[in-house]
């Protein structure tokens, strides 16, 4: 009777897992292209930097606006999203970025660095839409036992967008950008012309981008997603309050694990071009720089496939504990060390961040049944820490260097060994 039991089950959870299938890599191509989205800012702000010859603390606006979309965008798109479904809001989230792609060209053409912040904004506010549908999607899709392997697979093509942005940013961003305006040889009005030349080539990068957006969201709006999700916008419709969920501790605590550790990693992304070139390899270019912020990204590409196979076996927890100790070690050799080394040990702290994101959000939103689109917003909008710590970062880089200003980076990964260890429990919220 017992093994008549336990064959029926696994029968079940096989058609289930054989179900969603087609869903799950419908969604993978969706965290690709965030993915990529997101990690050509790391090529954008050197970029800009030099057309608006900018400092390094607004450099870093770039990031600020970006990620400070989250934040304001997150909370309202979890209700949207317990409102709309989760198809409609995948669908919604790529048409509004796609808008944000299209708004570079008049940015580039009035060569306004305010603009082209807005239109970051803009891409943000579609990516946070994506980030609010997908990762809680993705968790219901399977077993919950297994939500942290799933997230942490379909991550890996996140991951994999951001490893190809870099040569597609330093192919059509980068190498054509005129050499023109540090020279002192050259006119006043050569300059100006070489500067709107600059602006200007990121014009075709994002109209690509943009009218690749819309192809995505036609293709999402005619696919057909299961059952499920309608399912569990139901239970939603009869959920609690939204306060209620400030009452789940390993939420709240999740919340401000994702602020640290998006700050941190993007912190690093933003700034890896300049320490390469300061302090990485003599003779090398921001265009060859660029290449080598891929292996930073292919790191947590590699680290996700493993991961996804290792949480099957190993405790998600300890295992965020155990990268996050590794990575602030080698941030840390980085601080005190120099060329090759210093390079090749900030590079490696990606293949560390590589579970940190879906393991650090599956745990989050453990346990908070129809209110899971809800703790979903909520966390995401705590990736506004991608907006405010690499500002920090920036102006500690402006006032103590450069390389002193990676202590930042190395501090926050010690909350997400907390997190990890003990922050992460599940403790029922006290009834009112």
């Not at 198809?87 to 008049?106: E, N």
């Not at 660029?290 to 790191?299: F, I, L, P, S, T």
């Not at 260097?401 to 997190?419: D, E, V």
Request: aromatic share 10%; proline share 4%.
């Amino acid at each position: 009777m017992i093994g008549s039991s336990d064959s029926s089950a696994g029968l079940v959870a096989a058609e289930a897992s054989t179900s969603f299938r087609f869903p799950l890599a419908a969604l993978t191509t969706l965290f690709f292209m965030w993915g990529f989205l997101t990690a050509l800012n790391d090529i954008l702000i050197p970029h800009l930097k030099n057309v608006f010859e900018l400092s390094y603390t607004q450099a870093m606006l770039i990031q600020f606006c970006f990620f400070g979309a989250y934040f304001a965008v997150s909370i309202p798109a979890g209700g949207l999203v317990a409102k709309l479904g989760y198809q409609r809001g995948l669908v919604l989230g790529l048409l509004v970025a796609g808008v944000g792609c299209f708004l570079f060209y008049p940015a580039a053409s009035l060569r306004m660095y305010s603009l082209f912040l807005g239109a970051l904004f803009i891409l943000a506010t579609g990516i946070t839409l994506l980030q609010v549908s997908a990762n809680p999607y993705v968790t219901i899709l399977g077993p919950a036992a297994t939500a942290s392997s799933r997230l942490n697979m379909t991550q890996a093509f996140n991951s994999l967008g951001t490893t190809l942005a870099p040569f597609f940013g330093a192919f059509l961003i980068l190498a054509v950008t005129p050499d023109l305006i540090d020279s002192s040889a050259v006119a006043a009005s050569d300059a100006v012309v070489a500067a709107r030349s600059e602006a200007d080539t990121v014009k075709l990068p994002y109209l690509l981008l943009g009218s690749t957006l819309l192809v995505m969201a036609v293709t999402m709006a005619l696919l057909r997603l299961p059952v499920i999700a309608q399912k569990l916008q139901a239970g939603q419709q009869n959920a609690p309050s939204a306060g209620s969920i400030l009452g789940y501790r390993h939420l709240l605590l999740g919340a401000l694990a994702i602020f640290i550790y998006v700050g941190a990693e993007v912190a690093i992304g933003s700034l890896l071009v300049s320490f390469i070139v300061e302090h990485g390899v003599v003779g090398i270019n921001e265009q060859q720089a660029a290449h080598y912020v891929a292996y930073y990204w292919g790191g947590a590409l590699v680290g996700r496939f493993i991961g996804a196979w290792l949480m099957t076996r190993i405790a998600p927890g300890k295992l965020l504990a155990f990268n996050s100790s590794l990575a602030s070690l080698l941030v840390l050799l980085a601080v005190v060390s120099g060329g090759k080394l210093a390079m090749i040990a900030l590079l490696s702290v990606g293949l560390c961040n590589s579970i940190m994101f879906p393991t650090i959000f599956s745990l989050a939103i453990k346990d908070l049944g129809p209110q899971t689109s809800k703790g979903a917003g909520l966390v995401c909008a705590a990736i506004v820490g991608g907006a405010l710590i690499p500002l920090l970062q920036g102006t500690l880089a402006d006032t103590l260097g450069l390389q002193l200003s990676f202590l930042l980076p190395a501090c926050c990964y010690l909350y997400i060994i907390y997190y990890g260890l003990a922050g992460s429990r599940v403790i029922s919220p006290t009834p009112p």
